[in-house]
C-alpha cells in the first residue's frame, strides 16, 4: 500500500479565498482522522471519521472549517473563507480500530503545509 | 478530559541513553503509543504499551504503569538519526471522549556528536 496520501503538499493562499485539502487513506482502513499542527498549539485533532461517517467534530475551530468523506477512498478538509492564522501543517491519518493493540495505530499522510498570506 | 505532559527538549550526545518522561490525566484510555517526527515529516509510530510494564522495539523501549499515570520511552545507543520530535499519546476510551486521539505536545530531542 502507498500510505497515507495527501494532496496539495503545499500550499499559499491569500486571505479570504476558500482552501481545499485532500486524503486518501490506507485501503481497508475504517477510521480517519484530520489534524492541524502549529508551534503554539501542537498536534490538534480536528475531526475523525468512522467508515466515511462524521464521529467528532469538536475540534473544528469554527464554522470556516468542514470535513467531508464521500466514500472509503477519499476524504476533504476546506477552509473558507482561510485566514492567516490558519497557517499549519494538516495532517490526515487513518487507522483499523480506536479499541487498543496495533490495530489503533495512526498512520499518517505526509501533510499540507498552508500559508494563507 | 485528559492531558499528557511531556518535557520540552532533551539534549544528549551520540551513543548515550534518552529517557521521555510522559505523565498524563486522563478518565480511561485503551494504551499509551509513541510517535517519532522529523522536522518537515509526519508523526510515525515506534512503541504502543496497553498493559503495565516495558515493551521493546530494537533501541527503542516504552514503559507504562497505570498506577502511576507514567510512562516513559526509553532511546539507547543514540544516533544523530534520533534527532526529532517525540509525541506520547492515548485513545480515550471513556465514552465522553471516545475516539479523540490525544497528543502530548512532544519532546524535540537534539543528539550532539
Keep these: ?117 | 478530559g485528559q492531558s499528557l505532559e511531556q518535557p520540552s527538549e532533551v539534549t544528549a550526545v551520540e551513543g548515550a541513553i534518552v529517557q521521555i518522561n510522559c505523565t498524563y490525566q486522563t478518565s480511561g484510555f485503551y494504551g499509551l503509543s509513541w510517535y517519532q517526527q522529523h522536522d518537515g515529516g509526519a508523526p510515525t509510530f515506534l512503541s504502543y504499551n496497553a498493559l503495565d510494564g516495558l515493551e521493546e522495539t530494537g533501541r527503542f523501549s516504552s514503559f507504562l504503569s497505570r498506577s502511576d499515570s507514567y510512562g516513559y520511552l526509553l532511546l539507547q545507543e543514540l544516533q544523530m538519526k534520533d534527532s526529532a520530535s517525540y509525541f506520547c499519546a492515548v485513545s480515550p476510551s471513556a465514552t465522553d471522549s471516545w475516539g479523540k486521539f490525544q497528543f502530548g505536545a512532544g519532546t524535540q530531542v537534539v543528539v550532539t556528536p
Design chain 1, 1 to 117: 500500500d502507498a500510505g497515507v496520501i495527501q494532496s496539495p503538499r503545499h500550499e499559499v493562499t491569500e486571505m479570504g479565498q476558500e482552501v481545499t485539502l485532500r486524503c486518501k487513506p490506507i485501503s481497508g482502513h475504517d477510521y480517519l482522522f484530520w489534524y492541524r499542527q502549529t508551534m503554539m498549539r501542537g498536534l490538534e485533532l480536528l475531526i475523525y471519521f468512522n467508515n466515511n461517517v462524521p464521529i467528532d467534530d469538536s475540534g473544528m475551530p469554527e464554522d470556516r472549517f468542514s470535513a467531508k468523506m464521500p466514500n472509503a477512498s477519499f476524504s476533504t478538509l476546506k477552509i473558507q473563507p482561510s485566514e492567516p492564522r490558519d497557517s499549519a501543517v494538516y495532517f490526515c491519518a487513518s487507522s483499523l480500530a480506536l479499541t487498543g493493540g496495533p490495530q489503533e495505530t495512526q498512520y499518517f499522510g505526509p501533510g499540507t503545509r498552508l500559508l494563507v498570506l
